[in-house]
């Protein structure tokens, strides 16, 4: 089974062709068998037919696509490419799902919708921003983003062309792309420059756009719009623009066909004449050029709106009061100038009509606005309406014009008038809108008349698609031819596709001996006239293939041109090729006293395109028509035709074209009555065929619309491969393993020696791969940056928060201890405070209680005390007295005892005296005294021997002293023991006080008794003077005897007595001596001890000591009165005796010392008491005394 009968099987789908819808869906009612020559099908409508087909079959019917692709975004797309495939796509979205616009391959298909679409928004600009073309819906924004990018990606020129028939929205597409433009090149609030090119369009719609039968907003120019951008950091700005406008329809400012109407400013003008009463303007219906077409409305457009909107853009784009104001006077002296009257001439003095010539009466008053509005003379100019020149070698001829040729030469002139008057505004937009612009990258907008074939087809018409033949030959040539050529360049394996060339048809043109060549030629023929030229093209051009001739006569022919065959009518040819405006009247207008005037007279023709655009903004308003060259019109030989011009500002567009990446928006006129989403199936398959979709959608199947250049391709997508499949100085390898990486269908692709191709939708692929992956890898950037910064902020956060935690938590702490010490020293202070209360009622109490213990005690101790005193006063006062009477009764007895005494030793001294006298008389007594002396000076010698062993015995003592001393050293050390005891002995002190009282009050006692004592001294001493003189009388009596015994014994014994005396005086005194000095040494050493005892008990005690002298005063008497003394210890200081009792051991230390002391003393005394015992036993008496005396006295 061949492919086809597996296709055409019963039930496939297939499009018939139909009379009225082209073409007609059916269902296969049987299958293909090849060779059958017929298929049965059934038809949408129900109709059972049998289509008639070639043996070979290769006339099959097209099949349908599958519904599944029905209403794709991309035609080239659909399964099965072919009209009716296209046509259904487009009608599926057009009718069901009113979508306006359509992919095909890089053709954006755009239906007029004739409908208000809410596709247009600035939301919308940002949705298609940054989006390529296949992302999102078809529309003219992702085809003017698609160019956007290429020029920010690329930094190339670019072009968008927008084409088709008039009134399919080319010039709305055009500003929608524009728009586009101007928002994304611009910043987000309106720059000045986005805003003068917006507002560019108003006034050229103003100037240069009619209402037609087929559009009411008709452009009767094109225009290519050059949208300058710089690049700024790979950003592109808006930074200007230029315009260039291409063969201004001048014959409408002159005549309107029915239905149709003069330039739109025109009637804006007439619509605000209230505010511009110096033109002296009327109703439009008033003036002759605005009134032919019989249609001066357009629907729902204000024309008085419309003006306030030029005017307003006009200001916009600098035009000045003063500018405006000439402008509008320029305008409403062309409609004045129309409305002059050219009537019919009579010869003088007859009413014979002369018609070779005309007349024009000097006062119409159009004829004397228009003077006064283009400040030209109105004689002048009517002289040379009414009047040509003719000019021979030497001289010229006046000839006068008939109506015809006044009228004509007064439309030529308003037409040249208002011709340059556009060019004028296009040139001051030029210079507003690209005002000292740098060199730049653009994105030329084209939007040119499309493809025009009316009933009778002029001048015009054969411009306009001789303009479009053009266009369609770029667009071939790009799409197609150049195609085809660059796969064979670049080696790669394609079959050459049969494509429309329309190459010769622009050849019938153009060439030599073609339409404008012969044209041009019977223009300079001065007898020339528009049939002889169609003679001479039917003679001449009837070799080219898509030259016609008429079947009847020849004043038409026909173009076979790419879209149809267009027959056009010669009538007119020559005199708009020619376009010829009289000189005369022209300089009538350039000696004009407005400046503007003069200003627009004198513009030259240039072509913008071809110079630079920055010396075309120098020249101020000069733009296209003509000629690639500044070329001055200095007479009319020189001046080139309409065509000439049109050829080559086409050409020049073209070639500029050429060097620009275009894209290409192909509008659709969906029907003729503007209604909205109205389908006509046969006037829009014949716009697709026009302009090429359907030829585009037979190649993109076949070609490879996409192509790289290795190193471009390489640097844009060397991230697609892995880094071991790149090499940078293989750059051919790297891009191939990118490819056949990403792409598995070989069939996408083809390698090309410099370049590489791509089946429609792959580049769009690997781009959606490369930005998949630069999102990816952004991604990872993002997420690692973003990681970073997060983790920075969240370790700062961290910081912080810590900080703060750490902050409030020591705070807290703080607070918490500040509450805790709070609450201690409350606690504390209460303790403190319960404490102190408590001890203050303690100690109160205590006190109270102490104080009456006190005086409890005080009173008991003083009860008892004053028991104890009494008592003890008893006990002294019984003491006294009993020692006074013991005393008493002593010392009676004494006396007693003394006389008694006295009076026995008188009585044995006499009796001794007697013996003794009686002895001395005999010698042996004297021997037996002095045997007696003997013994005593032995005994003596013994005593004193005693004596010194006494004296070591003290010795000792004083190094017992010593000990003493040391053990005194050790008391100090017990001061400190002391002083401790001192705090417990402070209770003490009390009762020592008291006792010290007691003691003062028993030493008043004792001072009383002292005195009692002295009384009794005094007595005594009485006594004792009375004792003493009974003593001296005895005495007396004693010397009397002696002298009387001595008066006896001095005579014999004198010698004798004197030596012995002396002997017995020497021996004695020297033993006495040395006695008195043992006794003083004794006595020193004593002192010394007494005194060391005394410093002692002083220093330690702070002891009051007897003195030495004290001690050595001491008498009997004080003996006796020792022991009372001592008893009573009244000389010992009352601290010590506190002392004493304070400090038991000291005191016991401090007694013992007491007690040897006194043993010492007691030692001494016995030792006076001894001497003088001795020293009176060895006295001599009162005779060896005297004898001794006597001795002395011889001596002296
Ligand atoms: N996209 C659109 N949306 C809505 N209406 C549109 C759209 N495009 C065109 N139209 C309508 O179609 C009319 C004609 O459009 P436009 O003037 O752009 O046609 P054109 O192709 O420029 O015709 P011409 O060649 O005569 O200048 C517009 O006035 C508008 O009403
Ligand atoms: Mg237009």
Redesign the pocket.
């Known amino acids: 089974m061949s492919s086809e009968e597996m296709l055409y099987a019963q039930g496939a789908k297939i499009w018939v062709p139909h009379a009225e819808q082209v073409w007609e869906s059916a269902t296969l009612e049987e299958s293909y068998r090849k060779g059958a020559g017929f298929l049965k099908i059934v038809t949408e409508s129900g109709s059972l037919r049998e289509v008639k087909l070639k043996a070979d079959g290769s006339d099959l019917p097209p099949l349908r696509n599958p519904a599944i692709l029905v209403g794709q975004n991309d035609l080239t797309t659909l399964s099965y490419l072919h009209e009716p495939g296209v046509l259904h796509n487009l009608r599926v979205r057009f009718c069901e799902r009113q979508i306006?616009y359509t992919y095909c391959g890089i053709i954006l298909v755009?239906i007029?919708?004739?409908?208000?679409?809410p596709?247009?928004g600035p939301s919308i600009i940002r949705a298609y921003r940054g989006h390529a073309m296949g992302d999102l819906e078809p529309h003219?924004f992702a085809l003017a983003e698609e160019a956007y990018t290429k020029l920010e990606r690329e930094n190339c020129n670019l072009s968008i062309i927008?084409s088709?028939?008039?009134?399919?929205?080319?010039?709305?597409?055009?500003?929608?792309a524009m728009r586009y433009f101007a928002a994304v090149g611009g910043s987000e609030s309106e720059t000045q420059v986005e805003r003068k090119v917006l507002a560019s369009s108003p006034i050229m719609e103003a100037f240069g756009?009619a209402k037609?039968t087929?559009?009411?907003?008709?452009?009767?120019f094109g225009k290519f719009t050059k949208l300058l951008f710089r690049n700024q950091m790979g950003v592109m700005y808006l930074q200007g623009a230029t315009m260039h406008t291409y063969l201004l329809e001048k014959s409408r400012v002159v005549y309107q066909a029915q239905g149709e109407r003069n330039y739109h400013i025109f009637y804006q003008l007439c619509a605000a004449r209230a505010k511009y009463p110096e033109l002296v303007l009327d109703h439009q219906d008033k003036f002759q050029f605005l009134n032919m077409g019989g249609a001066p409305d357009i629907e729902r457009v204000s024309d008085a709106d419309q003006f306030n909107e030029t005017v307003q853009a006009m200001t916009v784009l600098g035009f000045s009061i003063n500018q405006i104001a000439d402008i509008v006077k320029i305008l409403a002296g062309i409609l004045h100038l129309g409305n002059i009257n050219v009537s019919k001439k009579y010869n003088e003095g007859t009413d014979e009509e002369d018609t070779d010539s005309c007349e024009i009466f000097p006062n119409d008053i159009h004829l004397q606005i228009t003077g006064d509005l283009l400040r030209v003379k109105a004689d002048d100019l009517r002289r040379w309406l009414l009047m040509r020149k003719i000019e021979s070698v030497n001289d010229y001829v006046l000839i006068p014009n008939s109506i015809e040729a006044a009228e004509a030469a007064r439309d030529a002139l308003a037409k040249h008038i208002y011709a340059k008057l556009f060019q004028y505004i296009v040139g001051v937009l030029n210079k507003s809108l690209n005002n000292g612009s740098k060199q730049c990258s653009f994105i030329g907008v084209l939007?040119i008349?499309?493809f025009e074939t009316f009933e009778v087809n002029s001048f015009e018409q054969f411009c306009i698609n001789y303009a479009n033949e053009k266009l369609q030959q770029q667009f071939n040539q790009h799409v197609f031819k150049l195609e085809q050529e660059e796969y064979l360049k670049e080696g790669i394996t394609w079959t050459m596709i049969d494509f429309y060339d329309n190459q010769p048809c622009i050849d019938l043109i153009e060439s030599k001996l073609g339409v404008l060549d012969l044209l041009d030629e019977e223009c300079r023929m001065p007898r020339g006239s528009d049939e002889s030229w169609a003679g001479k093209l039917i003679g001449k051009c009837s070799k080219f293939p898509h030259f016609e001739k008429p079947r009847f006569g020849t004043t038409s022919f026909f173009i076979k041109h790419f879209s149809d065959t267009v027959e056009y009518d010669v009538n007119g040819f020559l005199e708009k090729n020619r376009d010829t405006v009289s000189k005369e009247l022209t300089q009538v207008l350039c000696e004009s006293n407005m400046q503007l005037v003069k200003q627009v007279m004198v513009l030259e023709e240039i072509d913008t395109l071809s110079v630079d655009s920055a010396k075309a903004s120098t020249l101020g308003g000069r733009v296209v028509i003509s000629a690639g060259r500044k070329q001055v019109v200095p007479s009319k030989q020189h001046k080139k035709t309409v065509g000439s011009q049109f050829q080559e500002s086409l050409a020049s567009l073209i070639s500029t074209l050429h060097a620009t990446t275009p894209h290409y928006v192909r509008?659709i006129?969906p029907n003729d009555e503007?209604i909205a989403f109205k389908w006509e199936t046969a006037k829009i398959i014949q716009q697709l065929r026009a302009c090429g979709v359907l030829e585009t959608v037979r190649i993109s199947a076949a070609g490879f619309p996409s192509r790289w250049l290795y190193p471009d391709f390489y640097m844009r997508y060397q991230l697609l491969a892995h880094r071991s499949k790149i090499d940078k100085n293989d750059m051919k390898q790297s891009c191939r393993n990118i490819v056949t990486k990403w792409i598995q269908d070989e069939d996408k692709y083809r390698f090309g020696n410099t370049q590489i191709f791509f089946r429609a939708g792959q580049v769009a692929f690997m781009e959606q791969v490369r930005a998949n992956l630069r999102k990816k890898y952004i991604t990872v950037v993002q997420s690692v940056v973003r990681r970073f910064i997060h983790r920075r902020r969240f370790l700062r956060l961290q910081m912080v928060i810590s900080g703060i935690q750490r902050h409030a938590r020591g705070f807290l702490a703080r607070q918490r201890v500040q509450k805790m010490r709070e609450d201690r020293a409350a606690l504390i202070l209460s303790k403190y405070a319960k404490g102190w209360l408590c001890r203050r009622r303690y100690l109160r109490l205590r006190h109270s209680i102490s104080g009456i213990q006190t005086y409890a005690r005080g009173m008991m101790a003083r009860t008892k005390f004053h028991a104890m005193r009494d008592h003890y006063r008893a006990v002294q006062i019984q003491r006294f007295v009993r020692g006074v009477l013991a005393r008493r009764a002593y010392q009676k007895r004494r006396r007693d005892i003394i006389i008694c005494q006295a009076a026995v030793r008188r009585f044995l001294a006499r009796r001794k005296f007697r013996k003794m006298k009686t002895e001395a008389k005999t010698i042996s007594h004297m021997e037996k005294k002095y045997m007696g002396l003997e013994n005593k000076i032995i005994s003596m010698q013994q005593r004193i021997d005693e004596l010194n062993r006494d004296n070591s015995n003290l010795k000792h003592k004083t190094s017992e002293i010593s000990v003493l001393k040391m053990k005194l050293e050790l008391k100090k050390n017990l001061e400190g023991e002391f002083k401790n005891v001192k705090a417990a002995c402070q209770d003490k002190d009390k009762l020592i006080e008291a006792l010290n009282k007691q003691l003062e009050a028993e030493r008043d006692e004792k001072m009383q008794l002292l005195e009692e004592n002295g009384h009794a001294q005094e007595e005594w001493v009485s006594q004792k003077q009375q004792w003493l003189g009974e003593n001296e009388e005895l005495r007396r009596q004693v010397d009397q005897m002696i002298e009387l015994a001595k008066n006896a014994e001095i005579s014999q014994r004198t010698q004798e007595d004197r030596m012995l005396a002396e002997i017995d005086n020497k021996e004695l005194n020297e033993a006495y001596q040395r006695a008195i000095k043992d006794k003083e040494v004794i006595e020193n050493e004593n002192f010394m001890l007494k005194e060391e005892l005394s410093r002692l008990t002083a220093g330690s005690f702070s002891l009051h000591a007897r003195t030495a002298s004290n001690a050595s005063s001491q008498n009997e008497e004080d003996v006796g009165y020792a022991s009372a003394k001592n008893t009573l210890d009244i000389n010992r200081p009352p601290d010590l005796i506190n002392k004493n009792y304070a400090y038991s051991d000291c005191t016991s230390l401090v007694v013992k010392l007491r007690a040897i002391l006194e043993e010492e003393k007691q030692k001494h005394k016995y030792l006076q008491e001894q001497y003088l015992k001795l020293a009176s036993r060895n006295k001599p008496t009162e005779d060896s005394f005297r004898s001794a005396c006597r001795s002395a006295g011889r001596g002296s």
Do not use: F, H, Q
């Open positions: 306006i755009a007029n919708p004739y409908a208000e679409m596709l247009y003219i927008v088709g028939e008039s009134g399919a929205g080319k010039t709305v597409s055009a500003k929608y756009n037609t087929r559009n009411d907003n008709s452009s009767r939007d008349y499309g509008c006129k503007k």
